[in-house]
């Protein structure tokens, strides 16, 4: 066995004859298993929420979709539709329009974007899984299906069909309106669902069907905002580098991740803030671990120097206490991690913490969380053991 591991063991597991050092120690120890333990789960947290969240994205946002380079609409033709019949991976596709508009029963006002849809919606946006209320569209009338917070503004029910939804648009031109009520484009539809996604959708969108939309904005029937694609998660790549060879310039094609690019930055920017606010309670913490090992080199300093003595070299020496640095920070390691994992199991098994009534607090255990709290405390560690047995020197030793 290593002559300084073995003398490291030796001092890390035997009691000092100084009852302050073995306090001392032992707050340090549990110093690094608090701090690991608070950033393995900090992680494991963001990367809950990053799941979570992709569950909603994945029932709003297509794999992909294409919209137009310049303007806001585009004509879909033939062309289109042979380039997307033809590109490999694809399941499904559907027509949108996107318009932002007014909304208005009887008193109340609230403006929020129509979403215009084609039956095949729902086969590559399953938005019609997170209707609480009613029904989804009912495409051979003028229905809409409306974001709850919507509803709550305009304290729409379903199906009430004396009391319509209206939807009114600007109508295009130039120059002053005379008369404020034909300066707008209207159509009457009956709200047959409420859907809930999230705080910002469910005051963003209201869905109708792709006809009513073209009808309100005087849209030619091949007339979109944008084309939203369905494709298995293997082949969405290969689709985006096909579709845009074969369309060109003219078109933007965006993946799922490009769409919510907004969303995924700020969630990686707060966790890389939690994670350096905690390195930085772990860097607290190992300065403890600094000061119990310095004390223990004080205290061990008769054994030293007879060690020294007996022709052990210095930098012999000085590596019993890196290594004994190293055994405190790799034994809080685990410790923190295993209790890491216990609560994350527990949470997704029990429920422990909660959201709100029904939603628990998200957590995953992801590897690659674990790769990081570990090389995080493996070279705070290592650099807390270096900076305290620099203080061994050979004038300490004789």
């Not at 890390?12 to 707050?27: C, E, G, P, Q, V």
């Not at 609480?132 to 917070?149: D, E, R």
């Not at 995953?364 to 070279?379: D, K, M, S, Y």
Request: with cysteine.
């Amino acid at each position: 066995m290593n002559f300084s591991l073995y003398i490291a063991k030796r001092y890390l597991f035997s009691k000092s004859s100084n009852n302050a050092i073995n306090i001392i120690t032992k707050i340090a120890s549990i110093g690094i298993v608090v701090g690991t333990l608070a950033l393995f789960l900090v992680l494991s947290v963001f990367s809950g929420l990053k799941t979570f969240s992709a569950k909603f994205l994945n029932a709003t946002d297509p794999n992909i979709r294409i919209t137009a380079a310049q303007g806001k609409a585009f004509y879909f033709n033939d062309s289109i539709q042979n380039t997307l019949l033809s590109t490999k991976g694809i399941e499904a596709f559907s027509k949108v329009i996107e318009e932002r508009a007014f909304f208005k029963r009887g008193e109340k006002i609230q403006i929020a974007y129509l979403k215009g849809i084609d039956r095949n919606y729902t086969n590559v946006v399953r938005i019609d899984t997170l209707i609480y209320s009613g029904n989804w569209l009912n495409y051979s009338k003028k229905t809409a299906v409306v974001g709850s917070k919507i509803a709550n503004k305009l304290s729409l029910g379903v199906l009430n069909y004396g009391d319509p939804l209206t939807v009114l648009v600007p109508k295009p031109g130039k120059g002053y309106v005379s008369n404020p009520s034909k300066a707008f484009q209207k159509i009457n539809v009956q709200p047959t669902g409420i859907f809930s996604v999230s705080e910002e959708l469910d005051q963003k969108f209201v869905f109708t069907s792709l006809t009513d939309a073209q009808l309100l904005l005087n849209y030619p029937s091949n007339k979109i905002s944008a084309l939203d694609i369905k494709t298995s998660e293997s082949t969405e790549a290969s689709a985006i580098s096909s579709l845009k060879s074969a369309l060109g310039e003219s078109y933007k094609i965006q993946s799922r991740d490009e769409l919510n690019a907004v969303f995924y930055k700020i969630l990686n920017t707060e966790k890389l803030v939690a994670y350096l606010i905690f390195t930085l309670v772990l860097i607290i913490a190992i300065f403890n671990v600094i000061g119990s090992m310095i004390m223990m080199i004080l205290d061990k300093k008769s054994n030293l120097t007879t060690l020294f003595n007996l022709g052990a070299p210095v930098d012999e020496i000085r590596k019993i206490f890196i290594y004994q640095g190293f055994l405190i920070s790799v034994g809080g390691l685990f410790v923190g991690v295993g209790l890491g994992s216990l609560l994350i199991l527990l949470q997704n098994k029990f429920h422990l913490f909660m959201i709100t009534p029904t939603i628990a607090y998200p957590i995953e255990f992801r590897f690659t969380n674990f790769a990081i709290v570990c090389v995080t405390i493996t070279l705070l560690g290592y650099f807390a053991s270096i900076i305290a047995s620099s203080r061994i020197s050979k004038e300490l030793l004789e």
